[in-house]
């Protein structure tokens, strides 16, 4: 689908999400917000443990819940802090995100969207492996 993405739709749903953050560690809420190829919006959030290190962001639970549920891939997401800022997927984040939105993903930011291969540059991808790996 080749529509116009309603940012205002995502990071409302992203903001919907934040009451369902499990941050009880970090006290940070984050809500993410996501529309899928077939013009579905479908969001998560992020999931902390009492073994920090196993915490999950809200984009991985947002990813986690387009494969369950067998929504294809992702043309533009939105994240938000507690403050309604938008913030900027982390490192770990944009790594997960390329592989179910690819490198054209529009990715919500301050001053405008940015395509994943924007903050992502010369990312290592599935393509890599599919030179190697037949
Ligand atoms: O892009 C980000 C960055 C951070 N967090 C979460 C991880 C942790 O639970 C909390 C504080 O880092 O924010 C996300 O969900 N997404």
Same mark, same amino acid.
């Given at each position: ?17 934040? %009451? ?16 899928? &190829? ?39 997401? &939105? ?6 800022? /938008? ?8 790594? /997960? ?13 301050? %001053? ?23």
């Amino acid at each position: 689908m080749d529509t116009v993405i309603d940012w205002n739709v995502l990071r409302h749903k992203a903001s919907e999400m934040l %009451s369902r953050a499990y941050a009880p560690y970090s006290r940070y809420p984050v809500g993410a917000a996501g529309i899928t &190829s077939e013009g579905e919006i479908l969001g998560g959030c992020n999931v902390e443990n009492v073994s920090y290190g196993l915490g999950i962001c809200a984009e991985v639970s947002l990813i986690a819940q387009l494969v369950a549920h067998g929504r294809g891939t992702l043309r533009a997401v &939105s994240v938000t802090d507690a403050n309604g800022k /938008v913030l900027m997927p982390c490192g770990r984040c944009r790594q /997960v995100l390329l592989e179910h939105g690819g490198r054209g993903l529009l990715v919500d930011h301050p %001053s405008g969207s940015r395509t994943l291969a924007d903050l992502l540059p010369d990312a290592f991808g599935p393509d890599d492996i599919a030179e190697v790996v037949p």
